[in-house]
């Protein structure tokens, strides 16, 4: 063995989230650098004050939830932090805590307030720009809403990685894309109505 050599843990293989594109902006657009790595098949909306795309995270439970679960535990590179408004249908709350030293998912300490059974229901959450009405005990009009208004979902290889800049991604405006791999929720996917979770 050669002095110095240093073994890396190969990186788990990636899953297959696209099925099918049919139509993609031509040159694709550029995304603002993110604070994490971005999955590929992420939501992505304009920011017309920077003049480029930004990530709309979408968080995967791995454990099911009671309406009165304190903490939910979310899938690993979904890029939870402190603060993030995580929703479901129409009801967003604040998370207060993510503890990420789990190897297999990060302990999130929010309580959502409705129960969710991933045997039976989709598993995906989406980021808020406004917490609901439930949760917070304000106007009854407000609803949770995707933090930017999703335009398109990145390209099936393209991870967006944090700290390297502003960067260039494909941008896909019509694809069938895996339910249970593509990084986009269904609330997400519902206003895209080119992008089919199948």
Not at 112 to 119: A, K
Not at 138 to 147: M, T, Y
């Amino acid at each position: 063995m050669e002095v110095g050599f240093k073994h890396n843990k190969p990186r788990k293989p990636e899953p297959v989230r696209i099925e099918q594109v049919f139509a993609e902006k031509p040159g694709g657009g550029i995304m603002a650098n993110p604070d994490y790595d971005v999955p590929p098949t992420s939501a992505v909306g304009y920011d017309a004050a920077t003049g480029h795309y930004k990530p709309i995270k979408c968080y995967k439970l791995v454990a099911s939830v009671a309406a009165a679960d304190a903490t939910i535990k979310i899938a690993k590179d979904s890029g939870v932090a402190k603060g993030d408004i995580i929703a479901h249908g129409k009801k967003g709350v604040k998370c207060t805590k993510v503890d990420k030293t789990n190897d297999d998912y990060d302990l999130v300490t929010v309580t959502l307030g409705v129960d969710i059974n991933i045997e039976t229901e989709d598993p995906w959450l989406y980021q808020s720009k406004v917490e609901s009405a439930d949760a917070a005990g304000d106007d009854p009009a407000v609803d949770a809403e995707p933090l930017y208004e999703p335009e398109y979902i990145t390209g099936k290889t393209d991870w967006v990685y944090a700290g390297e800049g502003d960067q260039s991604v494909k941008l896909i405006n019509g694809a069938n894309v895996r339910k249970e791999t593509a990084n986009i929720s269904a609330e997400i996917a519902a206003l895209l109505p080119t992008i089919k979770r199948v």
